[in-house]
């Protein structure tokens, strides 16, 4: 795997952009070129083929985490009184730091350099792949090989949206989370509001259903299910649920209680977490929806916000 | 289904459980916990018998061995971490289940409380059995988050910038780490522990791994000089949560810091290293020791020791790693430092419950309005008391058993700087306690107000933590006994 | 062996110690007879034992904590000397402290912390390892601070801190000494000598001079004796306790241990360290002596002769001689019989009419003869009038002294004793021989509150006038050199 | 040295690290840093990717690319939560920076 001209563009844009993100006086130019950065990211995955990694890395790093950090932009100008401080303005430090950075890049890269020879897992993964009741080897390694990991992680999740909600005022708690919808009727993004979701529904049915073979699955599906509903919120055909709502509590926990059932249910087929392989496919596929469902919500939520206080004026 | 599958089950999933309980019944925190208790408690409970009894427990998740899948081990040193663990969160669930009883409405941080504290337990319990550095990434993850939280829940100002500033360190701290996990998965494809003891050498990729690796956790340690975070993030936070976060989140990175040095890299450990590492934990004890001799508020005090105590964990590296380790005082030294985190774990978080009933009583925990606490809450300060003599390492703590393993491990040495800053510790912590026990004994001015009472029951949970930590020291010989358990070279020395 | 009989006589102060803590302020008579049962108990257990280590059975308790800690209690005849005195003592005081007190409050609080830094003497006496010794010290430190700041005035609480503050430093270069030593020789048993001789001249030493600073706070040797005299704020049973039952004794006790049982008085010797000890014991002794000459109150007087006067214990352990030790072995009985019996006094004096300056005392003879009769006898034994207590203890550390090549030592001894008589006798002049300003007779009531002084009084002249008879401390302590410390 | 695609994704990913680093340490508004924080976050991902890759007859090394997809996730979570303090923080410092770096003024100034 030869490195190609277009390896070497990418990877130059992909810095220019990292640059402009980091380095850029205006914060919100900079968010924007870190969702540029993004996508160009997931197209370097896409040539280090890593598809999953690739649909994950457009959904999550790119499209979530810029949408994080538009929104966070836009409530702390409103809420911040005054200019923040910028950046650093001593430039003993700055050059200190810059030399810093540059002699652990250099040490990063030699270790990088100097690695031995590969000793990849391919061969367990893909002696193991039948049984593992996944077609995708990511997805075995993710739901099966692996599951612990991943478990851990979809309550992660969980554990960023209760972080979230304890910033709430106390006044706000119980109301609905924070995003209000922020187009008028008929405009642009309330007509695309009413077309995306269905589409949208359908992509991250098939995302996750395919994930089992071919790349795809929860958390990319998740995301995309969450996007749908998040832009149905903004589009003003919804409103935000309320925290203290029952159903919504009940979608966010019901992935991770099912799998964690399933793994102590493991240890009568003799550890924990086991997935018999008779069974694993459809176990797989069963955690997967139901694992999507949570992380769709839980993610939105992660966006909404704590609730706030109703407008007062 | 094996006994061991069964405990190992009930300790990961069940606090687990518990917090996914608390988040969907808003209002059911208090005996959610319960409930969360009692399985836990039974599952450590079998496990220790199974340590005990059987020796450790190994555990591949999933069926899948390493290095495909991830490993799970209870060995002595796991075990005692859990135990300690329910130990110390059964006592503070106790005390917190009135200041954030569930009510008849629901309240912001009363709901979010329950499962935050659950959570932070299920975080800790995957992170003593893992024996995968990328699933203690995880683990560590969500035990960061959680304490973040906590350390944000009163919503105030200044606890939000506590929780910022630690957010900040965390998020250094995980990259640091998550970039030496990479490195040595790229090098040696796995990041099981056994395995990677076979396969780590020194080449570069392996030396750079191990200082990101080391660097992150030492931030999240709050080893000097990542420690800016510390003493405004516990003392910020609820009494109950200051008790999880300084008794118990620390030990987490440290714990992995061992499983590391000890077990997956015990090669790699070169002498300057481990003197840095000691010397930094020594500077750290000094450093906090003088701050927390400044404060003016009970929290304070106590969070700055945390510093000044989690520092002379460190000591653990120059004198039971590297080529220390093939020494006979590496066991006791080893030993004294698990000791020390241990009976920390019980004596800081009982010293913080103490300082969360003296604010209900008294309304706030600045130093003179302490005095003459003892008459309104006579158990409260005796806990204390109590909690202070393992914190100096007066005898019979558990305090003064890690003392004295440390001590005797760096005069076998040939190290007795190690040992002299330990009794200088001692010393300082006896100083800066001195203060609030001295103020709490003396007669209360003729114009204060009079304490608001608390209930006995409330004052029983301290007590029983810090009796929990002298008792560590009076009966010491079980607990070493079975930390030493699975322990790497402890077969060689034929020590045990 | 048998292992029982010290954890008995452990128990004896320790189970009253934890249950007073539970008692009401109200339940004075559950709670008196909790602490006078267990003294008395705990009496008849040592007699009990006094019989059958003499018979020959050998006494032995062990509890393992981690490899190279353990706790072993074990019995010889130092230990024994020092348990008996405490017990005798500790029952005294007891009696002493309740008709004291009599209805004040936070009494509880006291008898608990007074019972257990009984419970800790009561190791110390027993101790059959340095560390078993050092936990024990501990935690007599630990529990005599709550005992000082009592009255939880700000002078208590000053006196409090000064005294952690002297003590905590201490424990910590004790641990170091011990902890230095049994890294090369491993657990240090008092019976087995252990080979010092891993360790070279040089660092041992610098351990024996870590010993005498741990060791030297409770001691009160100069200059480590600055808390001594300031806590003398606390109430009268508790300087009893801190004077002659349990706080000094220890530290005077621990030096005989060091120098006898640790070193060993040929290593001593050779490591020419004694010397040193034994002029510091001497500067300790004269200079406590001018210091209770300056003081006008009589407790402050009182606690200055006590810096003067354990000193003579410590000296005649740094001589390592024969006839020096078994003079400091019996000065430790002596001193704490008569010291006790003049805190006793003094407390009386304060109590029941509240005379505290030297001043004072004009005349109080007629209004208080039992009390007055009682010091007398105490103060005389101190200057060491013959043939009283003072002068047996004297005697045999002088002669020590000379045997030892040391015989400056009788100078040290006769300036003593004139300071002595130069800060006693002008009491006892003002008490019998001045001119009374009021007429009214103080009640020496309870029979509680005099009677231990009268026993002690009493007790201090008989340890003198039969010093000869072979159950006298005097004999006791010529056994002791004889059967442990001489070749 | 024949420059391969994997040799080229590292030596990216590792420059993406000091790039997040600088920009980490020289920002004092928490939103730059957070944003620093995922610049280095892909970064390590990056050079953990690429590393996977290294072997063209066995292809991208699933375990690794599974780690990475977790490892988004988690990084989410925590830029979720850092973003939500930060704004949680300015409603009531008004200002978007720690009380430590903020020098444009007292920090008191225009509370309520």
């Known amino acids: ?313 | 289904m094996t006994a061991s599958a069964l405990a190992l089950a009930l300790i990961l999933t069940a606090p687990l459980f518990g917090a996914l309980a608390a988040m969907l019944m808003g209002r059911r925190g208090p005996a959610i916990a319960l409930a969360t208790i009692i399985a836990t408690a039974a599952g450590t409970l079998i496990l220790l018998v199974i340590i005990a009894t059987e020796g450790a427990v190994h555990l591949a998740i999933g069926g899948w061995e390493a290095p495909l899948g991830i490993q799970l081990r209870a060995d002595g040193l796991a075990g005692g971490f859990i135990a300690t663990t329910a130990l110390v969160m059964g006592a503070i669930l106790a005390v917190a289940a009135k200041p954030f009883a569930g009510g008849k409405t629901e309240r912001r941080s009363a709901y979010t409380f329950w499962p935050l504290a659950l959570l932070l337990w299920g975080a800790l319990n995957a992170i003593f059995l893992s024996g995968d550095l990328f699933n203690l990434y995880v683990g560590l993850e969500l035990l960061t988050l959680v304490a973040v939280a906590l350390v944000g829940i009163e919503g105030k100002r200044e606890t939000l910038a506590a929780a910022l500033r630690y957010m900040m360190f965390a998020l250094m701290g995980s990259l640091l780490y998550l970039l030496g996990a990479a490195l040595l998965y790229a090098a040696h494809g796995t990041l099981d522990i056994a395995l990677l003891a076979e396969r780590v050498g020194s080449a570069p990729g392996d030396i750079v791994a191990a200082a990101a690796i080391t660097g992150g956790l030492a931030a999240k340690t709050a080893l000097f000089p990542f420690h800016a975070w510390l003493p405004p993030a516990h003392s910020g936070a609820p009494a109950p949560a200051s008790a999880m976060l300084s008794g118990l989140v620390p030990k987490a990175s440290f714990y992995i810091l061992l499983r590391f040095w000890f077990e997956a890299a015990p090669d790699l450990a070169g002498s300057g290293v481990l003197m840095l590492l000691g010397g930094l934990g020594a500077f750290a004890m000094v450093y906090g020791s003088l701050l927390a001799l400044h404060q003016d508020r009970l929290k304070l005090i106590i969070a700055y020791s945390t510093v000044a105590q989690l520092g002379y964990l460190f000591f653990i590296f120059p004198l039971a790693g590297g080529e220390s380790a093939a020494q006979p005082w590496a066991a006791g030294a080893w030993s004294g430092a698990i000791f020390h985190a241990l009976s920390h774990a019980m004596a800081k978080a009982s010293m913080f419950l103490c300082a969360g009933l003296i604010i209900e009583a008294i309304g706030h925990d600045r130093l003179p309005g302490m005095k003459g606490i003892v008459r309104a809450l006579p158990m409260t300060v005796f806990a204390f008391a109590l909690a202070a003599i393992t914190l100096m390492g007066l005898p019979p703590s558990g305090g003064f058993t890690a003392k004295y393993l440390m001590m005797t491990a760096s005069f076998a040495a040939g190290q007795p700087f190690w040992a002299l800053m330990l009794i200088l510790a001692g010393l300082l912590a006896a100083a800066y306690l001195y203060r609030p026990l001295a103020l709490a004994f003396a007669l209360p001015d003729e114009d204060a107000p009079a304490p608001k009472a608390v209930s006995r029951a409330r004052q029983f949970a301290p007590l029983a933590l810090a009796l929990a930590a002298i008792l560590l020291g009076i009966l010491s010989a079980a607990p070493f006994a079975f930390i030493q358990i699975g322990r790497p070279g402890a077969a060689v020395e034929g020590l045990e | 062996m048998t292992a029982l009989l010290p954890v008995l006589i452990l128990a004896t102060s320790l189970i009253p110690a934890v249950a007073t803590f539970f008692i009401a302020q109200e339940n004075a008579g559950w709670r008196n007879a909790l602490n006078l049962g267990g003294a008395l108990i705990k009496l008849g257990l040592i007699l009990y034992m006094l019989i059958a280590v003499a018979g020959g059975t050998l006494y032995e308790a062990r509890l393992e904590f981690v490899p190279g800690l353990y706790l072993l209690l074990r019995v010889d005849a130092l230990s024994l000397l020092f348990v008996t005195l405490s017990a005798v003592l500790w029952l005294l005081t007891t009696i002493y402290a309740i008709a004291y007190f009599g209805p004040k409050p936070n009494l509880s609080r006291f008898f608990g912390f007074f019972s257990l830094c009984v419970f800790a003497t009561t190791g110390i006496a027993l101790s059959g390892t340095l560390v078993t010794f050092f936990i024990f010290y501990e935690l007599l430190t630990l529990s005599t601070w709550p005992l000082v700041v009592h009255k939880q005035d700000d002078k208590s609480i000053i006196a409090g801190r000064s005294y952690l503050f002297y003590a905590l430093p201490a424990s910590g270069a004790l641990l170091v000494a011990i902890i230095w030593l049994e890294s090369a020789t491993g657990p240090i048993e008092f019976a087995r000598a252990a080979d010092l001789r891993l360790l070279d001249d040089t660092s041992l030493r610098i351990i024996f001079a870590l010993f005498v600073a741990g060791l030297g706070v409770k001691a009160a040797l100069v200059p480590l004796h600055g808390w001594l005299p300031s806590a003398m704020a606390a109430p009268a049973p508790v300087s009893a306790l801190l004077h002659a039952v349990a706080v000094v004794k220890a530290g005077a006790f621990g030096f005989v241990r060091i120098i006898y049982d640790v070193f060993g008085i040929a290593l001593v010797a050779e490591l020419r360290v004694g010397l040193p000890l034994a002029m510091l014991a001497s500067v300790t002794i004269i200079f406590g002596s001018l210091r209770a000459l300056q003081q006008t109150e009589i407790k402050k007087r009182l606690a200055y002769s006590t810096v003067s006067q354990v000193s003579y214990i410590v000296l005649g352990a740094a001589l390592a001689g024969p006839y020096a030790v078994i003079g400091g072995l019996a000065h430790l009985v002596h001193q704490g019989l008569m010291k006790i019996t003049l805190f006793f006094c003094a407390g009386i004096f304060d109590e029941r009419a509240g005379i505290r300056r030297i001043d004072q005392l004009n005349g109080v003879g007629a209004r208080m003869p039992f009390t007055s009769v009682c010091f007398s006898l105490g103060a005389l034994g101190m200057i060491g009038l013959p043939p009283l207590a003072g002068f047996v203890s004297k005697i045999y550390i002088g002669i020590g002294g000379i045997q030892s090549g040391a015989p400056w030592v009788i100078g040290v001894l006769a300036a003593s004793t004139l300071l002595n008589a130069a800060y006693f006798l002008p009491m006892l002049y003002r008490i019998w021989f001045g001119e009374a300003q009021d007429d009214s007779r103080p009640g020496e009531r309870p029979f509680g509150i005099i009677v231990p002084a009268v026993i002690t009084g009493l007790a201090s002249i008989a340890v003198g006038l039969f010093a000869g008879w072979d159950l006298s401390p005097l004999a006791w302590a010529t056994l002791i050199v004889e059967r442990d410390y001489l070749p | 040295m024949v420059l391969s695609a994997s040799l080229l994704y590292g030596l990216c990913g590792a420059a993406l690290i000091g790039l997040g680093l600088y920009g980490f340490v020289v920002h004092r508004r928490l939103i730059r840093r957070v944003l620093a924080f995922n610049v280095i976050g892909s970064g390590i991902f990056l050079l953990f990717g690429a590393a996977a890759y290294r072997d063209p007859v066995a292809g991208s090394d699933p375990v690794p690319q599974a780690m990475i997809i977790t490892g988004i996730v988690v990084a989410l979570s925590a830029t979720a939560l850092a973003l939500a303090l930060i704004v949680a923080h300015a409603r009531l410092a008004r200002s978007d920076a720690l009380p430590e770096d903020d020098r444009s003024g007292d920090p008191d100034e225009g509370r309520p």
């Open chain 1, 1 to 313: 795997m030869i490195a190609s001209i277009f390896d070497l563009t990418l990877c130059l844009v992909i810095l220019a952009a990292a640059g402009a993100a980091t380095l850029g006086r205006d914060a919100f130019m900079a968010v924007v070129f870190y969702i540029v950065y993004g996508i160009l990211i997931a197209m370097a995955w896409l040539r280090l083929g890593a598809i999953d990694v690739a649909l994950a890395e457009a959904a999550i790093g790119a499209g979530l985490t810029g949408v994080l950090l538009l929104a966070a932009l836009a409530r702390v100008a409103r809420k911040a009184g005054k200019e923040p401080a910028s950046a650093a303005s001593v430039p003993a430090t700055t050059i200190a730091t810059a030399l810093a950075a540059l002699v652990i890049t250099i040490g990063i890269a030699y270790a990088f350099l100097t690695l031995p020879e590969p000793q990849g897992l391919q061969g367990h993964v893909a002696e193991n792949l039948a049984a593992s009741g996944a077609e995708n080897p990511v997805t075995a390694v993710l739901l099966n090989f692996r599951g612990w990991d991943t478990l851990l992680e979809s309550i992660v999740l969980l554990a960023a949206l209760l972080g979230i909600w304890t910033l709430a005022q106390d006044e706000a708690w119980g109301g609905r989370a924070g995003l209000r919808h922020v187009t008028r009727p008929g405009s642009v993004l309330a007509q695309f509001g009413r077309i995306l979701p269905p589409i949208g529904l359908l992509v991250g049915v098939y995302l996750v259903w395919a994930g089992s073979k071919q790349p795809g699955g929860a958390f990319q599906g998740g995301t995309v299910l969450a996007a749908v509903w998040i832009v149905t919120i903004m589009a003003g055909l919804m409103q935000a649920p309320r925290v203290a709502d029952r159903a919504l509590r009940a979608a966010l926990v019901i992935g991770p209680v099912i799998f964690l059932a399933l793994a102590v249910a493991g240890i009568f087929a003799g550890a924990f977490l086991v997935l018999p392989p008779a069974h694993a496919g459809w176990l797989i596929l069963a955690v997967e929806a139901v694992l999507t469902l949570s992380i769709a919500a839980t993610l939105a939520m992660l966006v909404f916000g704590p609730p706030e206080p109703e407008e007062k004026r």
